[in-house]
Protein backbone atom coordinates (compact mmCIF):
# COMPACT_ATOMS: atom_id res chain seq x y z
CA UNK A 1 0.00 0.00 0.00
CA UNK A 2 1.77 3.05 -1.18
CA UNK A 3 1.26 6.55 0.46
CA UNK A 4 2.46 9.62 -1.04
CA UNK A 5 2.85 12.90 0.79
CA UNK A 6 3.82 15.58 -1.46
CA UNK A 7 4.22 19.37 -0.11
CA UNK A 8 5.04 22.61 -1.30
CA UNK A 9 6.97 24.79 1.68
CA UNK A 10 8.40 28.07 1.04
CA UNK A 11 9.62 28.73 4.37
CA UNK A 12 9.86 25.71 6.05
CA UNK A 13 7.06 25.18 8.29
CA UNK A 14 4.76 22.88 5.74
CA UNK A 15 7.94 20.55 5.26
CA UNK A 16 8.11 20.19 9.15
CA UNK A 17 4.21 19.30 9.11
CA UNK A 18 4.78 16.88 5.87
CA UNK A 19 7.91 14.74 7.83
CA UNK A 20 5.11 14.73 10.76
CA UNK A 21 2.45 13.24 8.37
CA UNK A 22 4.63 11.20 7.25
CA UNK A 23 5.96 9.67 11.04
CA UNK A 24 2.19 8.70 11.45
CA UNK A 25 1.90 7.13 7.79
CA UNK A 26 4.37 5.15 8.88
CA UNK A 27 2.55 3.77 11.68
CA UNK A 28 0.31 1.55 9.58
CA UNK A 29 1.48 -1.99 8.94
CA UNK A 30 2.57 -2.45 5.43
CA UNK A 31 2.13 1.86 4.31
CA UNK A 32 4.83 2.49 1.77
CA UNK A 33 5.50 5.94 2.89
CA UNK A 34 6.89 8.61 0.32
CA UNK A 35 7.58 11.97 0.95
CA UNK A 36 7.54 14.61 -1.56
CA UNK A 37 7.55 18.22 -3.13
CA UNK A 38 5.91 19.65 -5.78
CA UNK A 39 8.19 21.92 -8.66
CA UNK A 40 9.30 25.20 -7.92
CA UNK A 41 7.99 27.78 -9.99
CA UNK A 42 9.74 30.74 -8.70
CA UNK A 43 13.17 32.40 -9.98
CA UNK A 44 16.02 31.64 -7.60
CA UNK A 45 15.86 35.86 -7.64
CA UNK A 46 12.72 35.93 -6.53
CA UNK A 47 12.79 33.18 -3.66
CA UNK A 48 15.88 35.37 -2.50
CA UNK A 49 13.79 38.44 -2.70
CA UNK A 50 10.99 36.53 -0.36
CA UNK A 51 13.77 35.69 1.62
CA UNK A 52 13.22 32.10 1.39
CA UNK A 53 16.42 30.95 -0.03
CA UNK A 54 17.96 29.37 3.53
CA UNK A 55 15.06 27.37 4.00
CA UNK A 56 14.93 26.04 0.73
CA UNK A 57 18.55 24.63 0.78
CA UNK A 58 16.95 22.62 4.01
CA UNK A 59 14.62 21.02 2.02
CA UNK A 60 16.51 19.99 -1.20
CA UNK A 61 17.26 17.05 0.01
CA UNK A 62 13.69 15.99 -0.47
CA UNK A 63 12.62 14.67 -4.18
CA UNK A 64 10.61 16.49 -6.46
CA UNK A 65 7.54 14.93 -7.33
CA UNK A 66 6.24 13.60 -10.94
CA UNK A 67 2.71 13.18 -11.72
CA UNK A 68 2.94 9.42 -12.26
CA UNK A 69 3.78 9.07 -8.18
CA UNK A 70 0.59 10.57 -8.00
CA UNK A 71 -0.92 7.39 -9.95
CA UNK A 72 1.30 4.81 -8.14
CA UNK A 73 0.17 5.90 -4.75
CA UNK A 74 -2.80 4.15 -2.76
CA UNK A 75 -3.29 7.53 -0.58
CA UNK A 76 -1.88 10.96 -1.21
CA UNK A 77 -1.96 13.64 1.51
CA UNK A 78 -1.61 16.78 -0.11
CA UNK A 79 0.21 20.28 1.89
CA UNK A 80 0.08 23.56 0.87
CA UNK A 81 0.53 26.83 2.24
CA UNK A 82 -2.47 29.46 2.33
CA UNK A 83 -1.91 31.75 -0.96
CA UNK A 84 -5.43 34.18 -0.12
CA UNK A 85 -7.28 31.67 1.11
CA UNK A 86 -6.71 29.11 -1.45
CA UNK A 87 -3.56 26.56 -2.22
CA UNK A 88 -0.34 27.92 -3.35
CA UNK A 89 0.24 28.65 -7.20
CA UNK A 90 2.83 26.12 -7.06
CA UNK A 91 0.68 23.56 -5.84
CA UNK A 92 -2.20 24.62 -8.25
CA UNK A 93 0.46 24.33 -11.62
CA UNK A 94 1.50 21.03 -10.60
CA UNK A 95 -2.34 19.80 -10.18
CA UNK A 96 -3.29 21.19 -13.57
CA UNK A 97 -0.51 19.08 -15.28
CA UNK A 98 -2.83 15.79 -14.09
CA UNK A 99 -5.44 15.96 -17.03
CA UNK A 100 -3.68 12.71 -18.22
CA UNK A 101 -4.42 10.96 -15.13
CA UNK A 102 -8.12 12.61 -14.89
CA UNK A 103 -8.95 11.45 -18.43
CA UNK A 104 -7.74 7.72 -17.71
CA UNK A 105 -9.85 8.25 -14.13
CA UNK A 106 -5.71 6.94 -12.62
CA UNK A 107 -7.33 9.12 -9.12
CA UNK A 108 -10.39 7.45 -8.87
CA UNK A 109 -11.14 5.52 -5.74
CA UNK A 110 -7.70 6.80 -4.08
CA UNK A 111 -7.64 8.17 -0.59
CA UNK A 112 -6.97 12.37 -0.75
CA UNK A 113 -6.44 14.37 2.20
CA UNK A 114 -5.02 17.95 2.77
CA UNK A 115 -3.11 20.05 5.59
CA UNK A 116 -2.25 23.93 5.35
CA UNK A 117 -0.67 26.01 7.07
CA UNK A 118 -1.11 29.90 7.32
CA UNK A 119 0.74 33.20 8.62
CA UNK A 120 -2.50 33.88 10.86
CA UNK A 121 -5.15 32.10 12.80
CA UNK A 122 -7.96 33.24 10.50
CA UNK A 123 -5.97 33.63 7.36
CA UNK A 124 -7.95 30.76 5.63
CA UNK A 125 -6.92 27.20 6.18
CA UNK A 126 -10.00 26.25 6.23
CA UNK A 127 -11.30 27.85 3.01
CA UNK A 128 -7.44 26.52 1.42
CA UNK A 129 -8.28 22.70 2.31
CA UNK A 130 -11.81 22.58 1.72
CA UNK A 131 -11.54 24.71 -1.82
CA UNK A 132 -8.57 22.43 -2.35
CA UNK A 133 -11.47 18.95 -1.65
CA UNK A 134 -13.07 20.22 -5.22
CA UNK A 135 -9.62 19.22 -7.18
CA UNK A 136 -9.66 15.95 -5.58
CA UNK A 137 -13.08 15.26 -6.01
CA UNK A 138 -13.25 16.01 -9.63
CA UNK A 139 -10.36 13.23 -9.62
CA UNK A 140 -12.55 10.93 -8.38
CA UNK A 141 -10.81 10.70 -4.73
CA UNK A 142 -12.29 9.54 -1.80
CA UNK A 143 -11.72 12.35 0.41
CA UNK A 144 -10.60 12.02 4.15
CA UNK A 145 -10.36 15.08 6.86
CA UNK A 146 -8.86 14.96 10.46
CA UNK A 147 -11.65 13.66 12.70
CA UNK A 148 -12.28 14.74 16.15
CA UNK A 149 -11.13 11.56 17.75
CA UNK A 150 -8.03 13.67 17.35
CA UNK A 151 -8.74 15.61 20.58
CA UNK A 152 -5.76 18.43 20.22
CA UNK A 153 -8.48 20.03 17.90
CA UNK A 154 -10.54 20.72 20.49
CA UNK A 155 -8.49 22.45 23.09
CA UNK A 156 -8.84 26.46 23.67
CA UNK A 157 -5.91 26.78 26.51
CA UNK A 158 -3.27 27.49 23.10
CA UNK A 159 -2.89 28.99 19.94
CA UNK A 160 -3.22 25.66 17.49
CA UNK A 161 -4.22 25.12 13.64
CA UNK A 162 -5.91 22.00 13.22
CA UNK A 163 -9.94 21.30 12.25
CA UNK A 164 -11.81 18.28 11.10
CA UNK A 165 -10.70 19.40 7.57
CA UNK A 166 -7.05 18.50 8.04
CA UNK A 167 -4.28 19.28 10.21
CA UNK A 168 -2.63 22.76 9.98
CA UNK A 169 -0.49 25.40 11.56
CA UNK A 170 -0.04 28.80 11.95
CA UNK A 171 3.17 30.35 10.84
CA UNK A 172 3.61 34.07 12.14
CA UNK A 173 4.03 36.62 9.56
CA UNK A 174 7.36 35.91 8.75
CA UNK A 175 7.07 32.36 9.27
CA UNK A 176 8.81 32.47 12.74
CA UNK A 177 6.50 30.20 14.48
CA UNK A 178 7.19 26.23 13.35
CA UNK A 179 4.64 23.62 14.27
CA UNK A 180 3.47 23.03 17.92
CA UNK A 181 3.70 20.15 19.28
CA UNK A 182 -0.41 19.96 19.31
CA UNK A 183 0.07 20.83 15.76
CA UNK A 184 2.41 18.12 15.06
CA UNK A 185 0.56 15.52 16.41
CA UNK A 186 -2.41 16.41 14.13
CA UNK A 187 -0.39 16.11 11.36
CA UNK A 188 0.74 12.67 12.63
CA UNK A 189 -3.01 11.52 13.08
CA UNK A 190 -3.67 12.50 9.80
CA UNK A 191 -0.80 10.64 8.38
CA UNK A 192 -2.40 7.11 10.15
CA UNK A 193 -5.74 7.85 9.79
CA UNK A 194 -5.36 7.73 6.12
CA UNK A 195 -3.02 5.35 5.37
CA UNK A 196 -5.23 3.38 7.64
CA UNK A 197 -8.77 3.82 5.37
CA UNK A 198 -6.05 3.59 2.26
CA UNK A 199 -5.66 -0.16 4.00
CA UNK A 200 -8.93 -1.15 4.33
CA UNK A 201 -9.82 -0.16 0.52
CA UNK A 202 -6.68 -1.77 -0.15
C1 LIG B 1 1.34 35.59 -1.84
C2 LIG B 1 1.08 35.13 -0.45
C3 LIG B 1 -0.22 35.07 0.02
C4 LIG B 1 -0.49 34.67 1.33
N1 LIG B 1 -1.77 34.65 1.76
C5 LIG B 1 -2.03 34.36 3.05
C6 LIG B 1 -3.35 34.39 3.55
O1 LIG B 1 -4.33 34.62 2.83
N2 LIG B 1 -3.56 34.15 4.88
C7 LIG B 1 -2.52 33.88 5.73
O2 LIG B 1 -2.73 33.71 6.93
N3 LIG B 1 -1.25 33.78 5.26
C8 LIG B 1 -0.99 34.02 3.95
N4 LIG B 1 0.29 33.93 3.48
C9 LIG B 1 1.35 33.41 4.37
C10 LIG B 1 1.68 31.95 4.07
O3 LIG B 1 0.54 31.14 4.14
C11 LIG B 1 2.76 31.46 5.03
O4 LIG B 1 3.95 32.14 4.68
C12 LIG B 1 2.94 29.97 4.94
O5 LIG B 1 1.83 29.30 5.44
C13 LIG B 1 4.16 29.50 5.69
O6 LIG B 1 4.35 28.13 5.38
P1 LIG B 1 5.72 27.63 4.71
O7 LIG B 1 6.80 27.98 5.69
O8 LIG B 1 5.56 26.17 4.59
O9 LIG B 1 5.90 28.32 3.40
C14 LIG B 1 0.58 34.31 2.18
C15 LIG B 1 1.89 34.32 1.69
C16 LIG B 1 2.14 34.73 0.39
C17 LIG B 1 3.57 34.74 -0.10
Given at each position: ???????????????R???A???????????N?T?????????????????????????????????????????????T?????????????????T???????????????????????????????????????????????????????????????????????????K?????S??????????????????????
Amino acid sequence: MNVLVVYYSMYGNLHRMAEAVAEGAKQVKDANVTLRRVPETLSQEVLAKMGALEAQKKMAHVPVCTVAELAAADAILFGTPTRFGNMCGQMRQFLDATGQLWAKGSLVGKVGSVFTSSATQHGGQESTILSFHTTLLHQGMVVVGLPYTFGGQMGIGEITGCSPYGASTIAGGKGERMPSENELAGARFQGTHVAKIAQKLA
